[in-house]
């Protein structure tokens, strides 16, 4: 029933910034655990960041800790990713999930 549209995505240097959204239309945020996840070439997909769906306790992978940011405005009925000092290991496909529900991903290109 979520229908999830990510943008943001582009080619960045090496310490630049992104703000990735997550534009979510078919029911509201409330009472559901959101959550950010990436895809690079040849790896599983894994899990960046995670929004409890109960008191906004957010939860980072390790690598990302202190530069990574998730936010979501419940008004807009849309998810953040501030993506600060990104690195080329970043680069990836980044994707919104709710529930079983997944945008199409957008992609972050981090290089010179």
């Known amino acids: 029933h979520f229908q999830l549209v990510e943008s943001g995505g582009g080619l960045v240097q090496p310490g630049g910034s992104l703000r990735l959204s997550c534009a979510v239309s078919g029911s509201t945020l409330d009472n559901y655990a959101t959550g950010w996840f990436r895809q690079a070439p040849g790896r599983e997909r894994e899990g960046v960041a995670c929004?409890?769906?109960?008191?906004?306790?957010?939860y980072y992978e390790d690598s990302v800790k202190g530069r990574f940011t998730m936010s979501r405005d419940y008004a807009e009925n849309t998810v953040y990713l501030q993506m600060n000092d990104l690195q080329p290991e970043d680069t990836a496909v980044y994707y919104c999930n709710i529930g079983d529900a997944w945008g199409q991903g957008t992609q972050v290109t981090v290089s010179t």
């Open positions: 929004l409890s769906r109960s008191d906004d306790t957010t």
